[in-house]
T-cell receptor
Framework: DTEVTQTPKHLVMGMTNKKSLKCEQH?????MYWYKQKAKKPPELMFV???????INESVPSRFSPECPNSSLLNLHLHALQPEDSALYLC????????????FGEGSWLTVV | AQRVTQPEKLLSVFKGAPVELKCNYS??????LFWYVQYSRQRLQLLLR??SRESIKGFTADLNKGETSFHLKKPFAQEEDSAMYYC???????????FGPGTRLSVLP
């Protein structure tokens, strides 16, 4: 299994809602990532988990809350989002040894209304 | 600051024509550079990395330290090569990647 699986593929939520994005990989990777991609822009790093511990937070607003329940799962909890948070959210994983190929999921399209 | 630039937002070529997607880097130390591709409705995926010197789907890229470039080339473009291409390098933390702005390649029939 060489895939990173993300659910849901599409999510529409109101500004007062609480929702979660989920990500799963079974490649034995110990680093997992959340990236945000706006239309016609490159992906931008949000968070990095290494061995299930948060190692990088790129000054992301607290309305985004990551969680890594185990080495295969990564969640992104969403609360009180703004319309400008609408984007494609990409999960990725890699072996946690220096610079390695990152494998991306197909992403979750989020629309905040 | 370390970064990569991709000067062309859009590149259109005819099928069978050569294609070159430009990437220039500003990088201290020994650069490790990658090309990622994003086909329509598909996930972002690694196309090639300079250290492996592989040719994937007919694409090659050579690191030119004198010109600080890592241009992606293919001698004969195919319609299925139409996609978004990102040049990327490892970020400050060593685990993350930083992507260039991207070039959309459109191969016309």
């Amino acid at each position: 299994d060489t895939e990173v699986t993300q659910t849901p593929k599409h999510l529409v939520m109101g500004m007062t809602n609480k929702k979660s994005l989920k990500c799963e990989q079974h490649m034995g990777h110990r680093a997992m990532y959340w990236y945000k991609q706006k239309a016609k822009k490159p992906p931008e790093l949000m968070f990095v988990y290494s061995y299930e511990k948060l190692s990088i937070n790129e000054s992301v607003p607290s309305r985004f809350s990551p969680e890594c329940p185990n080495s295969s799962l990564l969640n992104l909890h969403l609360h009180a989002l703004q319309p400008e948070d609408s984007a494609l959210y990409l999960c990725a994983s890699s072996q946690d040894r220096g610079v390695n190929t990152i494998y991306f999921g197909e992403g979750s399209w989020l629309t905040v209304v | 600051a370390q970064r990569v630039t991709q000067p062309e937002k859009l590149l259109s070529v005819f099928k069978g024509a050569p294609v070159e997607l430009k990437c220039n880097y500003s990088y201290s130390g020994s650069p490790e550079l990658f090309w990622y591709v994003q086909y329509s409705r598909q996930r972002l995926q690694l196309l090639l990395r300079h250290i492996s010197r592989e040719s994937i789907k007919g694409f090659t890229a050579d690191l030119n330290k004198g010109e600080t470039s890592f241009h992606l080339k293919k001698p004969f473009a195919q319609e299925e090569d139409s996609a978004m291409y990102y040049c990327a390098f490892p970020g400050n933390y060593g685990q993350n990647f930083v992507f260039g702005p991207g070039t959309r390649l459109s191969v016309l029939p």
